[in-house]
């Protein structure tokens, strides 16, 4: 057992050096202030945080979280149907093909996706160029540089964070349990809502928490797909590291929305415990 | 709470310690050739003239990039002694001097920065050009495409036109936008009272339906592609944008405009202080500077090279707009605290839907 413990040492030590150790840094910068060149000072202030509640950032936070539930409920609604056929309808065979088939833009690299995206959507651009040729549209349509181009690419880049967690649920679902439904009596729907959907939850659950959390950082997206108009939290945080060099104000910010993301795991236990916790009830009274 | 605190310093030293550590041992292996670590923007030499400097000074130049100031800031302060030739721009020789972090120059073994314009040796971010010469430069204009805009802009306020609705393109840089916005009601760009701020700010958001983008890194894409039709634009990016989209046009509006530039300065405690300034020396050369600027596409700021520049290069009509506007121009400098005034509205200025 002791030799067992010495092989974590490796990982404890890449953890706490690079990510305890930094984080901590943020942690005491985010109590600082800045001086008129951009130093940080450590006066152990709670200004950075008490501006955070003033209502332009409030506004900002709240667009984040608004953008971040839409791509969320969006990533499910199409992430679903997808983890759903490679899982229960495809041949076990092309099930592998299936995966690797969502893992793919995984090999390129975001930025240059993003940019794809840009090639695609723009005036002159694919879809617009097509459009124009069938006849379909007399001008360009816009596209791009608004938000709904930016819950598009935040959807594009983290569907595939929903799709697998919910195929794993699904592939490890005990299948008898739908025979059972079956010879039951149960139409296929509602063995689906009464038995697939619950039983799948964790797998929605984790996939929800994976996009939801990724989406509230997100600040490539809306810069490059939504033209930079509109803010983001993680472009406000990008911009007091940079522009403002305000690092005490950028840390704080940061610190919030890790609080922000810490509660939703939380949540998501709590969940997973309640819900284990009904099933060994069920059980029980079977 | 005394404790909590030692521990914090005492991580915070065991950090930067162990980034110290990995310099140091970097540079000493090198010890023996001679070695110039230039930290730079990208694609800022004619790689020609770097390996013909290596050959003429028997070293090898050491060429690493940053994207932006701060990042050129934040490594400097983490210990900058590791490079002997950084290229800050204007408001940042400013930031940096009064930090502490710049040598001094001695131009006297420099004597070809001698042949740098008149009017670029005296910046106000630089003002008796001790810690900096400027190596590139250029002015903020208004681009066109003159497929789409039939009489040329002459004023800012021509972008608040409400025909160009949805087409114009503004820097996604804070200062520029708000520069732009003080010039147009007649204040300094460096302006750091609220009112005039305010009243900037004001006028700007009613240009927000105007605005298709901010953007700084591809803005010349969205105008080669004619996504946009106007918008602001540093003169040379607009040189390669017109190289490739032949209708635009590049003009310096009536109320004037910022004009910045990138410089050679050497940070405090450099290790090869004698070769970084051999390096500096030898890019004011006429003939280097006719290779490296003809090369990079911005305008030399070198008063010998001008007769031996090629015909199209010096008649360029992006570059000479630059040259001939360049009183109409002023330099950014370091605002200090006024900056978070800045960054306040701009950060509302994103929000306007």
């Known amino acids: 057992m002791k030799r067992g413990k010495l092989l974590v040492v490796p990982a404890m030590g890449w953890l706490s050096l690079f990510f ?3 984080l901590l840094i943020v942690v005491v910068v985010s109590f600082a202030s800045r001086t008129a060149y951009g130093q940080v000072v450590f006066n152990w202030t709670l200004a950075n945080y008490i501006r955070f509640f003033e209502p332009l950032y409030m506004t900002i936070f709240a667009t984040t979280i608004v953008t971040a539930l839409g791509t969320t409920l969006l990533t499910f609604a199409m992430g679903y149907p997808v983890a759903y056929t490679i899982a229960m309808i495809l041949p076990k065979k092309w099930q592998q093909a ?39 549209i007399q001008k360009p349509l816009t596209l791009l540089y608004n938000d709904a181009a930016v819950l598009l690419g935040m959807v594009y880049a983290l569907l595939p964070f929903m799709v ?123 | ?41 990208a694609d800022n030499f004619n790689p020609q003239v770097l390996k ?38 204007d408001y940042m020789v400013t930031t940096m001097t009064k930090l502490g972090l710049l040598e001094k120059l001695d131009k006297s073994k420099m004597p070809n920065t001698a042949n ?42 021509d972008l608040w036109n409400p ?24 204040h300094s760009n460096n302006s750091t009272d609220p009112a005039q701020i305010q009243e900037a700010f004001d006028d700007l958001k009613t240009l927000a339906p105007n605005v298709l983008a901010y953007d700084t890194d591809s803005i010349k894409q969205k105008f080669i592609a ?57 890019l004011y050369d006429p003939e280097v500077s006719v290779k490296n600027y003809e090369y990079i596409g911005y305008n030399d700021p070198n008063t010998k090279a001008a007769s031996l520049h090629a015909k199209s290069f010096i008649e360029d009509p992006m570059l000479k707009t630059a040259v001939d506007q360049i009183d109409r121009g002023e330099w950014l400098t370091d605002i200090g605290d006024a900056i978070t005034l800045y960054d306040k509205d701009w950060t509302e200025l994103k929000t306007i839907k």
């Open chain 2, 163 to 186: 025909e160009y609705k949805g087409r114009v393109i503004l820097l996604n840089d804070s200062r520029e936008v708000f520069g732009m916005a003080l010039k147009k009601h007649g």
């Open chain 2, 226 to 282: 004619e996504e946009a039709w106007i918008g602001t634009m540093w003169s040379g990016d607009a040189y390669f944008t017109h190289k490739d989209n032949p209708d635009i046009a590049f003009v310096i509006p009536k109320e004037g405009t910022t004009v910045w530039a990138d410089t050679f300065a050497i940070p405090k405690g450099a290790k090869h202080k004698e070769l970084a300034e051999q390096f500096i020396n030898y």
């Open chain 1, 20 to 22: 305890a150790l930094p």
């Open chain 1, 98 to 136: 299936g995966i690797i088939l969502v893992m793919i833009p995984f090999w390129i690299n975001f930025l240059i996706r993003s940019f794809a995206w840009v090639i695609i959507l723009r005036s002159q651009g694919v879809v617009n160029t097509i459009l124009l040729h069938l006849g379909l």
């Open chain 2, 52 to 89: 013909d400097f290596e050959k003429k000074y028997n070293c090898k130049v050491n060429y690493d990039v940053f994207a932006n100031n701060e990042e050129l800031l934040a490594k400097l302060q983490a210990g900058g002694s590791q490079y002997d030739v950084i290229q800050p721009s």
């Open chain 2, 1 to 41: 709470m005394k404790k909590l605190r030692s521990l914090f310093t005492l991580s915070l030293s065991l950090f930067l310690l162990f980034a110290a550590g990995c310099g140091g041992s970097k540079d000493a292996k090198k010890e023996e050739a001679k070695v110039l670590n230039i930290f730079s923007w």
């Open chain 1, 164 to 286: 697998l967690p919910i195929y794993v649920s699904l592939e490890q679902m005990d299948k008898r349990l739908l025979e059972a439904a079956s010879d039951l009596g149960a139409p296929p729907v509602t063995a689906f809502r009464r038995i697939t959907l619950p039983l799948t939850m964790p797998g929605v659950a984790a996939g929800s928490i994976l996009v939801f959390i990724s989406s509230l950082g997100m600040f490539v997206v809306p810069d490059i797909m939504g033209g930079a108009k509109s803010a983001l939290i993680g472009n406000i945080i990008q911009n007091q590291f940079l522009a403002a060099r305000d690092w005490p104000f950028g840390s704080a910010l940061s610190i919030i929305l890790a609080l922000l993301a810490l509660v939703m795991i939380l949540l998501y236990y709590k969940a997973l415990q309640a819900q284990k916790g009904g099933q060994a009830h069920a059980k029980n009274l079977a």
């Open chain 2, 116 to 157: 740098i314009m008149d009017k670029l040796q005296h910046t106000t971010f630089d003002p008796n050009g001790e810690y900096s010469v400027v190596y590139t430069w250029g002015m903020t204009g208004i681009v066109y495409n003159t497929k789409y805009i039939k009489t040329a802009p002459t004023s800012w306020n």
